[in-house]
């Protein structure tokens, strides 16, 4: 019971988010913070290529099948799911927050907790770290071109130069710039994860700050039930369910081992907050992105919650296996 209970980081969100909605920062306050926040995200993504060591890379990639699989799960089968979703829209999902679970959809997976949760379930730990690096660093490309591609007949969005230069501004040219210095500093990053992690989550903390602070000033609230939010609940954990069935069901039709399997759900079914929302307070630049980000944030903690419960469930089984007894189903 304890595994599905909201961890501190998501209770932080739910804080920054009642901040926001009581003291909404503004003006040339919010200008300025709005430059500290993407300063804090650079330096988020520039630590996550120091941590990156090559030899981890190499290995992950040399199972390309799995791979390839993962990346078709994250940037094909999630959006076509997320397309099927309109069929509910509008007269069950209002059409911004509609956007918002397509916006979610054409994501890339998260990098800590697919790894971490692979890593307790005893899944291929190598091949998770390249495939959520790979889904980020692709996803840099890729999110704002499905976007372009999704969102063209809404008028929402359109892709620009300029939208994909500050993209990799911000996102990509750190984390490469990480890499390129991984060699030096890779150890001594990694051996201070303690110290950085509030670092990691701090800087996200300040883009949804932002993010609703922005949407509180437009009046978000006023246009947002409880009602709406116990659909976008239902919604996020239907979709959820139907990701990690495709999952499962995949790499049991390729014929992955059972390590390679678990690889497949974890990094298959996540979506990232980190990637998400600076995506989005650059895509949709000059609208309202605090109903594009809401669904990515119930997704967030709903993914978080049953993937725990289902990395303990594998290990479990694996202890189970080990030990020579049948598993509890």
Known sequence: MKRLLPDTFTLLLVGAVLLASLLPISGRAAEWFSLATNVAIALLFFLHGARLSTDTVIAGFLHWRLQLFILVMTFAVFPLLGLGLGLFSPWLIDQPLYLGHLFLCVLPSTVQSSIAFTSIAGGNVP???????????????????????????????????????????????????????????????????TLLNPFD??????????????????????????GDLLVLILVDSLLLAVVLVLTSLGGKLLGFRREDRITAVFCGSK???????????????????????????????IQLMVCAWLARVYAERQGADEAGTAPVS
């Open 271 to 301: 979506k990232s907050l980190a990637s998400g929302v600076p995506m989005a307070s650059v895509i949709f630049a000059g609208q309202s992105i605090g109903a594009i980000v809401l669904p990515l944030m119930l997704f967030h903690q």
């Open 127 to 193: 091949a998770a770290i390249c495939a959520a690096s790979t889904s980020n660093i692709l996803g840099i490309f890729l999110t704002p071109a499905l976007v372009a591609l999704l969102f063209s007949t809404s008028g929402q969005a359109g892709i620009s130069f300029d939208m994909i230069w500050k993209i990799m501004l911000q996102l990509f040219l750190p984390f490469v710039l990480g890499q390129a210095l991984q060699p030096f500093i890779g150890n001594w990053i990694r051996s201070k994860k």
């Open 201 to 226: 989550r701090g800087s996200i903390l300040m883009v949804v700050y932002l993010a609703f602070s922005e949407a509180v000033t437009e009046g978000i609230w006023h246009r947002l039930a409880v």
